[in-house]
């Protein structure tokens, strides 16, 4: 019996985010996956990702049957300091994925908190969905409380505002209030619309500031809240379709317009 055939027309939808609506992987994994030869199509091994696939196509993924699509799903979690944001860690460290609960389904976080910083992580089951709130173009504002060694003033954090290039990167601009100084260290809110590799840390020791303590209490609409360190929460299908402007399908996520209202979720 012959093999079917790959189908490379418009119809359907790309190999590779297929995958991550399964959560297979995020995109990018999803094609790092293809070009390691991971992936067969109608029984040929994929070397491109750069191919439609439909419901009629037969997808394995080292060597099992590709799932279906389950709903989207997202989780608000409290990253304790002392974790680091991936699945394995060449180093032996912990990682999130050590401490979440065993029921959990698998899941991949959207955006990092580096291995000091904790707060808010958000985590999803689709890979999809993952890409798109990481998206800059969805402009949801992230929140975090900063605690910082020196006493900052308007002034030093003025370069902060306007925007700023750090080691040849270019650095949007970044609110940061004072709310209050203790003794030696200062307390700040920063908000901030990307999320480059340390970019708070490395925006404020700029400017002569040490961050000592760093907490995400916000992503979007997305909110901390009193979320106890290491407790994970699931966030209603509901308020999940209402907040990313879907209909029925949160698979059909389309992101809000920059700058939309954002209805703070606990």
Known sequence: MSEKKIDKTSEGERIAKRMARAGVASRREAERMIAAGRVRVNGKVLASPALNVTARDRILVDGKPLAEAEPSRLWRYHKPAGLVTTARDEKGRATVFDRLPPELPRVMPVGRLDLNSEGLLLLTNDGELKRRLELPSTGWLR????????????????????????????????????????????????????????????????????????????????????????????????????????????????????GAAEKRIK
């Not at 060694?149 to 290039?165: F, I, K, Q, S, V």
């Not at 619309?193 to 000592?212: D, K, M, Q, T």
Request: zero cysteines; a positive charge; glycine letters at 12%.
């Open 143 to 258: 929140k975090y409380r900063a605690r910082v060694h020196g006493r900052p003033t308007e002034a030093m954090l003025a370069p902060l505002a306007r925007g700023m290039r750090l080691d040849g990167e270019r650095f949007q601009p970044i609110t940061v209030t004072i709310d209050r100084q203790q003794g030696a260290n200062a307390w700040l809110t920063i908000g901030l619309r990307e999320g480059r590799n340390r970019e708070i840390r490395r925006a404020l020791e700029s400017v002569g500031l040490a961050v000592n303590r760093l907490i995400r209490i916000s992503y979007g609409p997305f909110q901390l809240g009193d979320l106890a360190a290491g407790g994970v929460e699931e966030i209603r299908a509901k308020v999940l379709a209402d907040q990313l402007g879907l209909g029925k399908s949160v698979r059909s996520l389309q992101p809000t317009r920059k």
